[in-house]
């Protein structure tokens, strides 16, 4: 039997790192107990990340098994549907902070959409967005989730969500376990990037690496999004990690290798700017 | 010469305009009008949301197939919000930039490698 530990995850590069961690330790693994403790603390929105890695684990058909998971963390991962997969009853959420855990095929969008409108745009326990900050996070969510089912050659999408009422934050992680932006691009371009390197070409508008359509405008609108909104982006990706916050870009590199991608994007909910235009394009001049 | 109305909402079968091969759908129609030599009027009424992915194959790939003058006098728009005219500017102009260098692309990955 392998037995790991989850200690006091949050959404930090830290936080990743032990995911890898776990991944990297049981990912030979065949027909083996994979036993996971949780200790302290673990955000909830990275069920995405920790449903994709155990995944991996089950198509090596390995048995997963939970074993001390505290009380607090159990009641919202049970909540979010998230321990549903793993052989535990469904639970209402009756503090309405979490946004279910979702395990969807590529080809599922239809699913994803019924999703969002449910988890997100009609929830009246979420706290007074104005329409078109609302609209801009819906928009967020669905350039990264059309990204993963365009690029990411994977088998399933994860998702999942927590909203943070005292800290007036929605936590949204979307996880694929598909061929990652380094090797995307070096085999799109016959190059030898490094994680890090491929996520910061990804990132900037007009850089794609779909053949023969235009695109690369989808993070650069979540970037500039999240600069306004003072907001967070993660992406992680093979071993490469990349951060845009208040602060600004940052970049590092695991020890191991995540199975895929994370990308993960932090919204305030109590953002007062304004996202109307100040100017408008003319119909004229759209082409 | 009358004008063919595409009705976006009723083309995709919903007011999310976000994946890429509901963009599909919208390219075919409009690269039919055009090779016949029509102008079309695409109407975005009902629509509530869209995606940069959806927009780059519903418009961005016309300017693969036909000169940007032909696209701009066969094409017109109407009931876009000025947020998705944004949105849709931001895509045709990506598009006629990366149909005009195709290196484009290629050089820009010598950029991040000479930053290593």
């Known amino acids: 039997m392998n037995k790991d530990t989850l200690t006091n995850i949050d959404t930090s590069f830290e936080g990743y790192q032990q995911l890898i961690n776990v991944y990297n330790q049981n990912k030979d693994s065949l027909f083996e107990t994979i036993e996971l403790s949780f200790q302290q603390w673990f955000d909830a929105n990275l069920c995405a990340a920790l449903g994709g890695i155990l995944d991996k684990f089950l198509n090596g058909l390995n048995t997963i098994r939970f074993k001390n998971i505290p009380p607090k963390i159990q009641a919202i991962i049970q ?12 639970l209402v959420d009756t503090h309405n902070t979490t946004i279910k855990y979702l395990k969807l095929k590529p080809t599922d969008g239809r699913f994803f959409h019924r999703y969002v409108v ?6 009246p326990e979420l706290p007074d967005m104005s329409p078109a900050l609302k609209k801009k996070i819906t928009e967020s969510i669905y350039e990264i989730f059309v990204n993963a089912q365009i690029h990411s050659e994977t088998d399933f999408i994860y998702t999942c969500g927590q909203f943070f009422p005292n800290k007036h934050t929605i936590e949204f992680t979307i996880t694929d376990t598909g061929i990652g932006f380094k090797n995307r691009v070096n085999k799109r371009f016959e190059t030898n990037l490094s994680s890090v390197q491929a996520i910061k070409w990804a990132v900037n508008e007009g850089h794609s690496t779909k053949l ?3 695109g ?3 993070l650069a609108i979540l970037k500039e999004f999240i600069t306004k909104n003072k907001g967070m982006i993660q992406i992680i990706s093979d071993d490469g990690f990349y951060q845009l916050d208040a602060e600004g870009e940052q970049t590092r590199q695991f020890s191991g290798s995540f199975p895929g991608t994370v990308v993960n994007m932090q919204f305030l909910t109590n953002d007062t700017a304004s996202y109307s235009l100040t100017s408008e394009v003319s119909l004229e001049d759209l082409f | 010469m009358e004008e063919i109305i595409i009705s976006i909402f009723n083309v995709v079968g919903n007011s999310f305009c976000v994946e890429a091969d509901d963009g599909q759908k919208v390219f075919d129609l409009i690269k039919k009008a055009l090779q016949e030599g029509k102008k079309a009027r695409l109407s975005f009424q009902n629509i509530e949301m869209l995606t940069s992915a959806f927009l780059n194959t519903a418009i961005g790939q016309l300017y693969r197939d036909f000169e940007e003058d ?3 006098s066969s094409l017109t728009v109407k009931d876009m919000t000025p947020e998705d005219k944004a949105l849709m500017k931001r895509v045709t102009t990506t598009a006629k930039l990366y149909y005009k260098d195709p290196e484009r692309m290629e050089n820009s990955i010598k950029e991040i490698l000479g930053e290593a």
């Open chain 1, 79 to 90: 909540k979010n549907d998230f321990l549903s997969h793993f052989g535990y009853k469904r």
């Open chain 1, 118 to 123: 449910e988890e997100l745009l009609n929830r």
């Open chain 2, 70 to 72: 032909k696209i701009k």
């Open chain 1, 212 to 214: 023969g359509i235009s």
């Open chain 1, 216 to 218: 690369g405008i989808g």
